[in-house]
Structure formats: C-alpha cells, structure tokens
C-alpha cells in the first residue's frame, strides 16, 4: 500500500512522532481472543506506520512498546510481552537494517526483570543500526517518563557530588543531555490510539509543546494512513510555543 502524499506539506512535516500504541486488549476482546492476540495483531499495525513514516519523511519515531507501569499486569501477559518484544526485534532487525532505519531504546535497562536476551538483543540492534539515518525508530521499553527525568536528576546530582557539574550551570540543554537519547528531538505529534486521551507517563520531558492526537481506533487496526490522516491534520494546528503572536503560515 502507497499513501497519497499530494495534501502533504513538505516543509512542516513533524520530526518526531510519538505512538502510544493502545488498544490491543479491547481488539482482542471483542473477538472472543486471549489479550495476547491482541498484541500480535499490534505487530502489523506497527511496522505499516513504519513504512508510513518512511514514505512520510518523518525522522523519529517512538513507539511505547512496555511502560515501567506494565509490570502490574498478570504475570502471563507480562511474560508474553518480554518474549514478544525480543522475537519481534529479531525478527524485523534485518528488513528494517536494510531499509536505513536506526534502531534505538530508551527505557530502564538496568531492570532486573528485564530476562538478558532481550537487553542483548536491544543491544544488537542498536550496534547494527547504529549508522544508519533515514529513520530514527525508538522503542520506549522498560520506559517511564518520571523515571526518566530521575534518572537524568540523579546522573547530575553524582556530576555536582564529583565537582564535574557546578549546579548553577545545569539548564534545561544541560538537563537533556542526561536523559536516554540525548539526541531525540522534542515530539511535535503525539498519537494515542483507541480514543483514551491520557499521556500516560510517555516523554513527559520531550512533549512539552507536542500536538495531540487521539483516533479512536485500536491499536491492531491502526494503519499508515492513520499516520498520514493525523500529520495532516498536525499541518493545519497554529503551534506558538507560549508565543501570543499568530503563527507565521499562510
Ligand atoms: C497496548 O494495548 C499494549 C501495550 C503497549 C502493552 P493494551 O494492552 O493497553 O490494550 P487495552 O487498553 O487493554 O485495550
Ligand atoms: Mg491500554
């Protein structure tokens, strides 16, 4: 499937798109289908809006794939997600590689609860990908946004306890270089599909200023013309960052 890119504008494409992917459990459901299933449908729904953002043009795109707050579900589905998100990388690693797209993590790592084959495989694919430039793939894993910001706090508070850091420099430039992808531009559009309306805890640092945007369609039947629906209409939104001028569009 090819998208229809004459209503595009060329010049305000956003350069990083965060995905909430939401949905997957109600998708099931209605199905009379295990939640698992659910999330196996998600895989297509997934990588078609990679293929979106590729045609797109769009940089960075981040995709909440396990928040630190998903944990708390039945152990089963958390098994099933840890074993799925590992099987996925590497079984899309190589197609992905060889379409230019970078492979990144951001999330907690160091979780205990993390099994060792999947933070090799992340490991692996972020090594192999890690030249490439046409598309910035995130997946936030073991992610949190709080955390995140933490992380970054306490990564300064050892900088200043060492003498590296004299507190009264640490601006929010500063601030950013300690968080998981100091080179991740701030989120313009953020969807969240299945009609919720909540951040849930995603790139509380990065969506700042971002665009939001809620389909109200689930997860597995999200599809890279959704992508496309969503940026056109992020092209029509007045952005002034704070400002209380117009926007300078025509
Ligand atoms: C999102 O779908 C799956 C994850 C990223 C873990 P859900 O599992 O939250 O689906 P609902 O909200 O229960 O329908
Ligand atoms: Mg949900």
New binding site residues.
Partial sequence: MSLDLSRLDTERIPAHVGLIL??N?RWANARGLPRTAGHMAGEAALFDTVEGALEIGIKWLTAFTFSTENWSRDPEEVEFLMWFNEDLLTRRRDDLHAQGVRMLFAGDMSDPRIPDRNRKHMKEAAELTRHNHRLNLVFAFNYGGRREIVDAARALARGAREGDIDPDDIHEDVFARFLYIPDMPPVDLLIRS?G?QRISNFLLWQSAYAEFSFPGILWPDFNRQHLLDAVLDYQTRDRRFGSAKDAVRD
């Fill in positions: 939401d949905g459990g299945s919720e």
